[in-house]
């Protein structure tokens, strides 16, 4: 059974930082993209950031320049480095990994349980 297991969330001021890691365990043929997305009360879930297999980074424009998304393929992990924080940022962070399970099946969504960022003024 696949599993996201998400980490590294927490309390902060605003101006600080945090990093979240996204860890894939289980059986797996092969991850193609990787994501952060979020959702805070009452809002719709939001793409953060993406990372493709080879690197490429696409960012919302709301974090551009404060967050990074970096990947290790080895460890089949992804971190969001998450700096300059603001009220604004504040929600439950999902990390989504794009999974083939064989080589004949076709990849399909996977998403972490969510860990809460809470940034206070």
């Known amino acids: 059974q696949v599993q996201l297991t998400e980490s590294g969330g927490g309390s902060v001021q605003a101006g600080e930082s945090l990093r979240l890691s996204c860890v894939v365990s289980?059986?797996?043929?092969?991850?193609?993209?990787m994501g952060w997305y979020r959702q805070a009360p009452g809002k719709q879930r939001e793409l953060v950031a993406t990372i493709t297999g080879g690197g490429d980074t696409d960012y919302a424009d709301s974090v551009k320049g404060r967050f990074t998304i970096t990947r290790d393929n080895a460890k089949i992990t992804t971190f969001l480095q998450m700096n300059r924080l603001t009220p604004e940022d504040t929600a439950v962070y999902y990390c989504?990994?794009?999974?083939?399970?064989?080589?004949?099946?076709?990849?399909?969504?996977?998403w972490g349980q969510g860990t809460q960022v809470t940034v206070s003024s």
């Open positions: 989504n990994a794009v999974i083939a399970l064989s080589r004949r099946s076709y990849a399909s969504n996977y």
């Open positions: 289980g059986s797996i043929f092969s991850i193609n993209g």
